[in-house]
């Protein structure tokens, strides 16, 4: 059974950089049967996409945060990463990995624990 | 972006109540909205895809129903485990987005 767990610091800085990875056991990104994701969610708020990416490198983001994030996959370790720029108190949030459910449409029945990050000073 | 609208907010409900959650896209979806119950300190876990598909272990008081516009999500017998909060989510197009959660609260 597939299980996700995210890593990363807890506090970043405005202005600096996340960065979070996702390392995933139980099954290989490489297989090629999923895609994977990251959602966010405010401390006691809802939820929000980020993006995807595919074994293959390729990636797709929410326009809302594209011009700041970027997702990349290191399948000899199996994880993949989530890199946000220019971080802001509003990207304050638990972060989760997630994976999107076989068949093609965009639903997540995996998720990892979440991991919480504070932008603070 | 399509928008995704609950309501109630919140209700308070007692064991053995009948729940309905409704959530309302701002343009129509077809059939391709998700139900997650999410615990607090928790994940959320997937429980309804494609509107009434339950996935595999999930309970049987729970239901999906709607298409187009307007879903609903019933507990059709509220077990002591199901206070949480619950989310829609449309998987129509990019980028996916989430309704604002509904709490579900013991009377």
């Known amino acids: 059974q597939v299980q996700l767990q995210e890593s990363g610091p807890g506090l970043v800085k405005p202005s600096q950089i996340l960065s979070l990875t996702c390392t995933v056991s139980?099954?290989?990104?490489?297989?090629?049967?999923?895609?994977w994701s990251w959602i966010r969610q405010p401390p006691g708020k809802g939820l929000e996409w980020i993006g995807y990416m595919y074994y293959s490198g390729s990636t797709f983001y929410n326009p809302s945060l594209k011009s700041r994030v970027t997702i990349s996959v290191d399948t000899a370790k199996n994880q993949f990463s989530l890199r946000l720029s220019s971080v802001t108190d509003a990207d304050t949030a638990v972060y989760y990995c997630v994976r999107r459910i076989t068949g093609g449409r965009w639903y997540f029945d995996v998720w990892g624990r979440g991991t919480l990050v504070t932008v603070s000073s | 972006d399509i928008q995704m609208t609950q309501s109630p907010s919140s209700v308070s409900a007692s064991v053995g109540d009948r729940v309905t959650i409704t959530c309302r896209a701002s343009?129509?979806?077809?059939?391709?909205l998700a139900w997650y119950q999410q615990k607090p300190g928790k994940p959320p876990k997937l429980l309804i895809y494609g509107a009434s598909s339950l996935l595999g272990g999930v309970p049987s008081r729970f239901s999906g129903s709607g298409s187009g516009t307007d879903f609903t999500l019933t507990i059709s017998s509220l077990q002591p485990e199901d206070f949480a909060t619950y989310y829609c989510?449309?998987?129509?197009?990019?980028?996916?987005?989430f309704g604002g959660g509904t709490k579900v609260e013991i009377k």
């Open positions: 343009q129509g979806i077809t059939n391709w």
């Open positions: 139980g099954g290989s990104i490489s297989s090629g049967d999923y895609y």
């Open positions: 989510q449309q998987a129509n197009s990019f980028p996916f987005t």
